[in-house]
């Protein structure tokens, strides 16, 4: 499996979406499609590859009449354009994730979080299920604010309960206390969609794929020089140079976005897009952000570049993110520029250990893991620039950042 998607892809319809995959198959009680997740093996598709099984069981047995279940479609990754795409192509797939996982759940509210102004095609499509019956529950859209943490659990529970996208300390998780103080469901918009998928087809059918241990298939974002950004759907499992290429043309893979991991070439060639194969490397595949930076790049500049946005993106809740960072993406500039000293290096080592594990969230211990891997990837690099050389014949940026940066607290709202 190894299909593209693309802008092109023409959106379904209602009629043409029961007409390929049959009515939404609902079990007329709670907890009965959970145990089909279970022996599925979903894990989620937002990042964290957490069981989806053990949340919506979590959710299901806590107390309380009033349960919510949300569809996180809010990509904060600018480097990731698959839950987008897919709420373009396939809105109904992942609305009828949300509706069978509010039912397994017991949700008596269903939400659908999205970065960007619902677009026509999921306006169209909600309507249409409207007039049509399909949706047990109402779907409330909310608008996340542009900032990269807005889509972490804790701060979209903050953002739908009318207060700022910032991520919250824990515990207690939202799966016990989350909106309005009820026990709350949240699921990536990719992760319903196989959800809806399986509920039709079964475990088995979804297990066709991938590895035994992580079964299935995943939308992947790629970035390769000379080729326009692709979103593909892959098993699990595939290797990262049918993906990325086998060429000279690559210096470095990036794996996991910009809370990934930079991987050494040709180290790394063998590797497969799964936990099990990535990890020899520190790595993960996240949310299927995949780069092959150029080989006329400096990996030192682009890692620099992406660091400093995402020390501007910190929530400034904790002093990891808000004392930490900054100094890190200033050395890291200073390193790309070549006006270190021998004291910036141990400098950057000695604070990606300080701020490790101590936020709010995980932004500190995500944007360590990426600087951290890049010193040792671009170590070679790193010399060149302290005898102010660099290797890079081109300066034009590689990895896409957002054009406008922000600008004040009202832009968490």
Known sequence: MNTALNEETAPEDLQAHLSRYGAVPYR????????DLEASGLTGRGGAAFPVHRKLAAVARAKGTRKVAVANGAESEPASRKDELLLRIAPHLVLDGLQLAAEAVGATEAHLYLHAAPGPQILRALAERTAQGVDRL?????????????????ALINRLGGGPALPAFQPPRVSERGLGGAPTLVQNAE???HLALIARYGPRWFRAVGTP?????????????????????????TPLRALLGDGPQAQAWLVGGYHGTWLPLPQARELTLDHASLRTFGAAPGAGVLAALPADRCGLA???????????????????????????AAALTELAAGRANLQTRANLERW?????????????DGTVRFVRSALKVFAPEIDRHARGQCAAT???????LPDRAPASEQDWI
């Open 28 to 35: 007329g009680r709670t907890s009965t499609l959970i145990p």
């Open 138 to 154: 109402p779907v409330t859209i909310t608008q996340a604010p542009p900032r990269f943490l807005a889509g972490q659990e804790t």
């Open 191 to 193: 992760t319903l969609a």
């Open 213 to 237: 241990e992580e079964p299935g298939s995943m939308l992947t974002t790629l970035y390769r020089a000379r080729v326009r950004t692709e979103i593909h759907e892959v098993a699990i499992g």
């Open 302 to 328: 682009e890692t620099a570049r992406i660091t400093t946005y995402l020390a501007a993106e910190s929530a400034g809740q904790c002093g990891p993110c808000l004392n930490g960072l900054p100094r890190i």
């Open 352 to 364: 990606s250990g300080l701020v490790t594990g101590r936020g709010a969230c995980h932004h500190p």
């Open 394 to 400: 081109s300066r034009e940026p590689f990895l896409p």
